[in-house]
């Protein structure tokens, strides 16, 4: 591999330092990061997706709105360049392209069926419990468009989102817990060594990494001590595993 920055990977803008806060985008800097692969990050704005990804021929992720969403990326070291969007296509291409260290340690599959089961028993807990309180770290053209448009994929207005009470406040968050209790108990049944959780004792696995990234975007952009609430659940997993991810979260 050249030392020259060949790959551009497309990000989300957001105020706080580093910038990086997507669930999805995360996904794909880990595995650039884990693989050593040199880049170059292009801060786009929520607003501008659509048009930044369109003009360099990235492929839309829906038919549906958002029809264009990061992460995408570019890799100018072949020719004609690729041009790939979404987190899962972009992880098989880094795979093969990059094959060490590999990703999808235990097989593609199992990897592929740990994180159905991280969405299931934990992403799929947290949207309304993090969309109302994310528009805090985007700056406020960023903002506005974030709320004025995720009624187009969650059905319902961020302002109805929020908890009505007390009571539907403790059931989103037991969920949540029950969630995570499942999920804990799925990775004591897999040989993964000290210190991942979806991995070996060599490294981590993509599932891992999907884990990580919602944990960030929960932390940075969630409500109010809510992060606090988590990292010390199931023996102080989460906050271990935030801590061994540390290592794969530069920003370039
Ligand atoms: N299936 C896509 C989903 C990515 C996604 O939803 N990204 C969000 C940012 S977190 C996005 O770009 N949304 C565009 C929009 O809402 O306009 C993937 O896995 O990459």
């Given at each position: 591999?050249?030392?020259?920055?060949?790959?551009?990977?497309?990000?989300?803008?957001?105020?706080?330092?580093?910038?990086?806060?997507?669930?999805?985008?995360?996904?794909?800097r880990f595995v650039l990061n884990y693989k050593k692969v040199p880049y170059t990050t292009e801060w786009v704005a929520?607003?501008?997706?659509?048009?930044?990804?369109?003009?360099?021929?990235?492929?839309?992720?829906?038919?549906?709105?958002?029809?264009?969403?990061?992460?995408?990326?570019?890799?100018?070291?072949?020719?004609?360049?690729?041009?790939?969007?979404?987190?899962?296509?972009?992880?098989?291409?880094?795979?093969?392209?990059?094959?060490?260290?590999?990703?999808?340690?235990?097989?593609?599959?199992?990897?592929?069926?740990?994180?159905?089961?991280?969405?299931?028993?934990?992403?799929?807990?947290?949207?309304?419990?993090?969309?109302?309180?994310?528009?805090?770290?985007?700056?406020?053209?960023?903002?506005?468009?974030?709320?004025?448009?995720?009624?187009?994929?969650?059905?319902?207005?961020?302002?109805?989102?929020?908890?009505?009470?007390?009571?539907?406040?403790?059931?989103?968050?037991?969920?949540?817990?029950?969630?995570?209790?499942?999920?804990?108990?799925?990775?004591?049944?897999?040989?993964?060594?000290?210190?991942?959780?979806?991995?070996?004792?060599?490294?981590?696995?993509?599932?891992?990494?999907?884990?990580?990234?919602?944990?960030?975007?929960?932390?940075?952009?969630?409500?109010?001590?809510?992060?606090?609430?988590?990292?010390?659940?199931?023996?102080?997993?989460?906050?271990?595993?935030?801590?061994?991810?540390?290592?794969?979260?530069?920003?370039?």
């Open positions: 591999m050249s030392g020259q920055q060949l790959i551009k990977l497309f990000d989300l803008r957001s105020t706080c330092t580093p910038q990086t806060w997507s669930p999805f985008t995360w996904r794909a929520f607003p501008d997706i659509g048009e930044v990804l369109s003009a360099v021929g990235a492929p839309p992720t829906s038919q549906s709105y958002p029809k264009y969403s990061v992460p995408a990326i570019i890799d100018a070291s072949v020719d004609p360049p690729v041009v790939l969007s979404d987190s899962a296509i972009i992880a098989d291409y880094l795979e093969k392209t990059y094959p060490k260290p590999s990703i999808y340690p235990h097989g593609r599959e199992a990897q592929i069926r740990w994180s159905d089961a991280i969405m299931e028993n934990v992403i799929r807990r947290m949207p309304f419990m993090v969309i109302p309180t994310t528009p805090k770290i985007l700056p406020e053209r960023d903002a506005e468009y974030f709320v004025g448009t995720r009624k187009m994929l969650f059905g319902v207005d961020v302002k109805d989102m929020v908890a009505r009470s007390p009571e539907e406040e403790a059931e989103r968050w037991q969920a949540l817990e029950e969630g995570l209790s499942k999920l804990s108990a799925l990775t004591d049944e897999i040989e993964h060594g000290e210190r991942w959780l979806f991995g070996t004792v060599q490294g981590p696995g993509y599932a891992d990494f999907v884990l990580a990234a919602m944990f960030i975007w929960f932390r940075l952009a969630g409500p109010e001590g809510g992060w606090e609430r988590i990292e010390d659940l199931n023996g102080g997993k989460w906050k271990r595993h935030l801590a061994h991810v540390q290592e794969y979260q530069e920003i370039l």
